[in-house]
C-alpha cells in the first residue's frame, strides 16, 4: 500500500512557474514508477508526465514537453513536478499516481497506476 500526497498548487499568472511535490508513504517507493496526470475543470483526467523507479526514464505530453520537468528523490520518498511558462490551459488539478512497474521503460494509462493522491489545484491566470 502506497499512500500519495500532493503538495505545492496554488494561483500563479501566465508565465509563472510553480514546483509540484508528492509524499509517498511506506518503504518501497523506489519500486514504483511515477507519474502525474491533471483533470482541468470540466473534462477528463489526463496523462502529464511520468518517471520510471530510478529516474532514468522520463516521458511527457505533448502538451507540456519543454516546459516541464519530472524528478523523483527517492531517498526522501519524493516525486516533484516543476512547471514553467506556465499557461491558462495548464489550469487543472493536478495528481500523483504510482505504478508498480519496475523497469526502464514507463506506462502512460490511467489504469496502469494502482495508487493516487487526492490532488492539488493549480490555477493560471491570464
Known amino acids: 500500500q502506497v499512500q500519495l500526497v500532493e503538495s505545492g498548487g496554488g494561483l500563479v499568472q501566465t508565465g509563472g512557474s510553480l514546483r509540484l511535490s508528492c509524499a509517498a508513504s511506506?518503504?518501497?517507493?523506489?519500486?514504483?514508477?511515477m507519474g502525474w496526470f491533471r483533470q482541468p475543470p470540466g473534462k477528463e483526467r489526463e496523462f502529464v508526465a511520468t518517471?520510471?523507479?530510478?529516474?532514468?526514464?522520463?516521458y511527457y505530453a505533448d502538451s507540456v514537453k519543454g516546459r516541464v520537468i519530472i524528478s523523483r528523490d527517492n531517498a526522501k520518498n519524493t516525486v516533484y513536478l516543476q512547471m514553467n511558462s506556465l499557461k491558462p490551459e495548464d489550469t487543472a488539478v493536478y495528481y500523483c499516481?504510482?505504478?508498480?512497474?519496475?523497469?526502464?521503460?514507463?506506462?502512460?494509462?490511467?489504469?496502469?497506476?494502482?495508487?493516487w493522491g487526492q490532488g492539488t489545484q493549480v490555477t493560471v491566470s491570464s
Open positions: 499516481a504510482a505504478d508498480r512497474f519496475k523497469g526502464d521503460a514507463v506506462r502512460t494509462r490511467r489504469s496502469s497506476f494502482e495508487y
Open positions: 511506506g518503504r518501497t517507493f523506489s519500486h514504483y514508477a
Open positions: 518517471i520510471n523507479w530510478s529516474g532514468r526514464t522520463t
